[in-house]
């Protein structure tokens, strides 16, 4: 039977680690609690002990290919990017919804609608904690998810506040909280590797898998953390001050929005020097585990790119068109899905080339231990 132990081989020494925080949450919920998150958000064990050799630890992980065959089948998974019913370009109707968002506000608007018609009892999403941080966090009051919606900027602190945004949060660490309050019914906002690690949970039927009833992703391109250094760098490379920045928001590129309405566009290879290790061999930037998929891509500013992907997603989309969010206008641009799809499609095509491209080096390399 495979335990953590096997995870800290296979998949931490080789600095493949997502620290998606899959294992620690459901070794935390179902067994005695064996592991625990360090300060950075990696996996380790907090008392081997309590190990009891279940291996759902090791089942549960997105770099284990144990499962990958049946969530796929479960997901209608289909080349290259996984199912889709439809793409299109939305934001929230309510411009007040608008206003935080890191592109359109379609998630958070999308979550009130399902909270306000009682299909929801709350949301795990992400939430200032502080001013210059985001932890994750279940919302179970209007307030806390639109509170917890896209950017949050303070400008004396930017750079970490950005860093904090862009972090892969163990947003499944607050399942137990959801357990714990006895809630049934809670929508799961997370990166692609977090809604993959989760659909792992439900193809075993682990509980709590069972109480998330939707799957939102966002599109990713990597998990971003960098020092002083790496700050004062991108900021003399690119021509700005960090106390001049009002918001920060990936699409093609990095865009940093100045309070004088300039636009720094950074490309993304620019920022390879502070994006974690284990991003470099990950292929999946559309989320496409998800019920609806979301991100900045092909979208105008201001708009959000969402990929339907399950007739759950189809049902909550359709449900909230035009009350809770209103589409880009075709008279503006026909072409304005084609184009967020075609988007969608290069950038999800350069990840999967970069992955596979990564792994086969890797797999040429000796072990060694990553960050
Ligand atoms: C690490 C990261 C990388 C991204 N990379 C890209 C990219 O390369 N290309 C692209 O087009 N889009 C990318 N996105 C997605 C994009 O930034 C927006 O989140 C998306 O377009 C939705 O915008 P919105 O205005 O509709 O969402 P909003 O209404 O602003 O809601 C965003 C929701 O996401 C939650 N959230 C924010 N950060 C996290 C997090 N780290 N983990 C879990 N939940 C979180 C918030 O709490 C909120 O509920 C990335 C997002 C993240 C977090
Ligand atoms: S008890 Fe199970 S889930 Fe926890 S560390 Fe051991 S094998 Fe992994
Ligand atoms: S990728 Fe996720 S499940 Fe796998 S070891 Fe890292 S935190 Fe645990
Ligand atoms: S690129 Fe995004 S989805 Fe992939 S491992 Fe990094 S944070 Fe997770």
Known sequence: METFFNLIQEVQKPGLCHRCGGCVTFCTAINFGALELDDDGKPRYGDIEKCIECGLCYSICPEINELEEEIRREAAWSAPDGRIIETTVARAKDPAGRKNATDGGVITALLLHLFDSGRIDGAIVTKPAGPFKRRPCLATAREEIADAAGFYFDTSHGMKHMSDKYITYSSIEEFAPMVTKGLRRVALVGTPCQINAFRRMEAMGIVPSDSITVCFGLFCSGNFTFTDEDQAKLAADHDFSWNDVKKINIKQTFMVHLNNGEKRQIPLEDLDFMKRYACNYCADYTAEFSDISFGGIG????????????PLGRAIFADARNRAIEEFPASDNPAFASEAAG?????????????????????AKPVNIKN
């Open 299 to 310: 979208a105008a500013d201001g708009w959000t790119t969402v990929i339907i992907r399950t």
């Open 343 to 363: 988007a969608m499609r290069r950038a999800s095509e350069k990840k999967k080339k970069m992955a596979a491209e990564n792994r086969q080096e890797l797999g």
